[in-house]
């Protein structure tokens, strides 16, 4: 199968888990050009992904705040964020 036929079928067939799994990765890494456009496609027809993208979007802004606390507070909110976020991604993976 040539490259750019899988990248076509990546676009075409792109679920909310795949989803929600790019817009994870995308915290991390650059995403490619076809991961990219299949994610964006995928937000412009599902409204539970673009939830889960605006919820990703607050939790990160937490983090980046909780990275310049001082480390006392960033220590015993990063023990209760790991507990809260854990519980929260397995909230919204269940109702994709
Ligand atoms: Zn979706």
Do not use: W
């Amino acid at each position: 199968m040539s490259k750019i036929l899988k990248k076509l079928i990546l676009i075409m067939n792109l679920d909310c888990r795949h989803a929600a799994g790019l817009m994870s990765q995308g915290l991390d890494k650059q995403l490619s050009i076809p991961e990219k456009i299949a994610l964006r496609l995928h937000l412009l027809i599902c409204q539970a992904c673009r939830r889960y993208r605006r919820q990703l979007n607050v939790l990160q802004r937490i983090f980046h705040h909780l990275a310049q606390t001082d480390s006392y507070d960033k220590i015993a909110l990063s023990i209760f964020s790991a507990e809260r976020l854990k519980a929260f991604r397995q909230r919204l993976l269940k109702n994709l």
